[in-house]
């Protein structure tokens, strides 16, 4: 159930609107003596995308990989579209924050890596491999290993793979974090694209308040360890508004300015 | 880049080629002919057929050795790099093996098998095998743990991972075991030949110390230490061949 820590920060928005994709319960994990997550609690509305911000090390990470079922948590539970979540499965694609690419694969292969493990046939996945390759402007390299390509170019191979499998939960962690300015704002309108055309749910890390404003539905501030969510921000007015006019709205202002207030106390 | 190291390894052989005939001349002793004295015997041999047919002989327990060594080798390596268990059943026999004093065994291996094939094949098996085992194991053990767990969160089967994750990632240390191991086999089938029966290589070192004829002697030692090279250098081929992108240093940042 949702914990009071949440109650008090929905009250700024109506949770009652929205159906959750994916909800995280009093998630706890300790890794040894080291406390990461403590008693957790978030709702992931459907066909949205929620960014986690919070100081490193305060286990965003942590919590997607729990969501992921590549690591369980030591105490709650989450679930995706009403299932508890027991281990990695086909609603939900993962982009690392290291990239985790395969250094003997070609792009195209580490692309089509997800397709290849669901069986799809070769000239089928390579064709939708392509397509995504293309899209995170990468055509021509197709055939590079991730040793000739820049540290920004193996981060968007490690998208290319993870939108490929056309998963409904994307798990995003610090996707854009490598890429050039230029190209960075360029995926953030691409992201805010993909989320208004496609009924998918974004969970999305980053470090940047500018960007978590920009492109979020929901912003889920995280306290620094043992981690739990200490507010919930949901901008409301300036999505409409169109692409170009988000950076000078009022409110866009305001809020990045709010959440700079409540971080700076952890970072003084 | 590949001629220039092409004319380094050529360079290098030269030198050491140089150094020996030198050394032969001064002489460094009545027992060591000169470079060139060996490689006339060696055409000597070549020409009437001695070096082939004793190749016959020591290729026999070298090759059935090295590929039981390969296949076996590298299977119990991955068995013991991916379970506890076996690790805990396996890893002593095999740590022992490679600090055990070889020519100490030989005596018990020729007790209980004969001085036939069968114990020619253990000597070479018995040089080779560790440290292939040992190699693949650790490679196995070392796989980088966040590329395990992108091929869980895409759904890959655990035979996936061990196929397309664990054994890539794992092949550049595999063959570099096989390097070490391979080379080893080499020194066991000519000590197997000196220490169990004289045959093939081992036999004309022995035969020819015997009557003193050093340059065949050396043109057989010399002829096995080409053929180990020549074997090196196509195992690198295979392993180019297979695994391309392993090739250069991979940094992610
Ligand atoms: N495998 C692990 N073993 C032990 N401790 C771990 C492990 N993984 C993470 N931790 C600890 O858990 C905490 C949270 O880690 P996590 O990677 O989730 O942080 P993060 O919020 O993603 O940080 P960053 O923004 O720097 O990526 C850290 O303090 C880290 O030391
Ligand atoms: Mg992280």
């Known amino acids: ?6 109650k008090a920060a929905f009250g700024q928005a109506e949770p009652a609107d929205y159906e959750s994709a994916v909800s ?16 957790l609690s978030l709702e992931f509305p459907r ?26 948590p030591s105490a709650g539970e989450v679930e995706v579209n009403g299932h508890t979540v027991t281990g990695p499965g086909p609603d939900r694609a993962f982009v690392f924050q290291d990239f985790a690419l395969l250094p003997w694969a070609t792009v195209m292969r ?13 000239s089928e996945r390579e064709g939708i491999a392509a397509k995504y390759i293309a899209e995170v402007g990468l055509s021509g390299f197709e055939h590079s290993y991730p040793h000739e390509l820049s540290g920004g170019m193996r981060q968007r191979v490690g998208l290319a793979r993870a939108l490929s499998v056309d998963a409904q939960v994307l798990l995003m962690d610090e996707p854009f974090s490598a890429v050039d300015e230029q190209t960075r704002r360029k995926f953030q309108e691409d992201l805010l694209a993909l989320v208004q055309h496609e009924n998918k749910t974004f969970i999305f890390v980053t470090h940047s308040i500018e960007e978590a404003v920009y492109v979020s539905d929901q912003i889920a501030i995280l306290l620094p360890r043992p981690s739990r969510v200490s507010e919930i921000i949901r901008p409301s007015s300036f999505r409409s508004k169109g692409v170009d006019n988000i950076r000078r709205d009022p409110e866009y202002l305001d809020i990045v300015d709010q959440i700079w207030a409540s971080l700076r106390s952890y970072v003084e | ?49 001695t070096i082939f047919t004793a190749y016959a002989e020591t290729l026999k327990p070298l090759i059935v050795g090295v590929a039981i060594s390969t296949v076996l080798g590298i299977a119990i390596g991955l068995w013991v790099g991916l379970s506890q268990f076996f690790d805990w059943l396996f890893s002593p026999i095999f740590i022992v093996m490679q600090a055990a004093p070889l020519a100490a065994l030989i005596p018990l291996l020729v007790l209980a098998y004969g001085i036939g094939l069968t ?22 053990r070392n796989t980088p743990e966040s590329m395990k767990e992108m091929g869980r969160a895409f759904l890959a089967s655990d035979t996936a991972i061990v196929l397309k994750i664990i054994i890539p990632a794992a092949s550049p240390v595999i063959f570099a075991g096989l390097r070490l191991g391979i080379s080893a086999g080499f020194i066991g089938a000519i000590l197997s030949e000196l220490k169990i029966t004289p045959t093939g290589v081992g036999d004309i070192i022995t035969y020819s110390r015997s009557i003193a004829d050093y340059p065949s002697m050396y043109a057989a030692i010399f002829s096995i230490i080409l053929l180990a090279v020549l074997f090196l250098n196509l195992l690198e081929k295979i392993e180019v061949v297979l695994f391309k992108g392993n090739q250069r240093g991979y940094v992610s940042d």
């Open chain 1, 1 to 6: 159930m949702v914990m009071s820590q949440t």
């Open chain 1, 24 to 39: 995280a319960r009093n998630i706890s994990k300790n890794y040894g003596a080291v406390e990461a997550l403590r008693d």
């Open chain 1, 47 to 72: 066909g949205q995308l929620t960014s986690l911000l919070g100081p490193s090390g305060c286990g965003k990470t942590t919590l997607l990989k729990i969501i992921a079922g590549l690591l369980q």
């Open chain 1, 110 to 122: 580490n692309v089509a890596f997800g397709l290849e493990m669901r069986g799809v046939a070769k």
């Open chain 2, 1 to 49: 880049m590949p001629n220039r190291s092409l004319l380094l390894k050529i360079l290098s052989a030269v030198i050491l080629f140089g150094a020996w005939e030198i050394a032969g001349r001064v002489p460094v002793s009545f027992a060591f002919p000169t470079f060139l004295e060996s490689m006339a015997a060696l055409v000597r041999m070549t020409a009437d057929g």
């Open chain 2, 119 to 140: 114990s020619k094949v253990l000597v070479v098996c018995i040089m080779a095998m560790p440290v292939i085992v040992l190699n693949t194991s650790s490679a196995v």
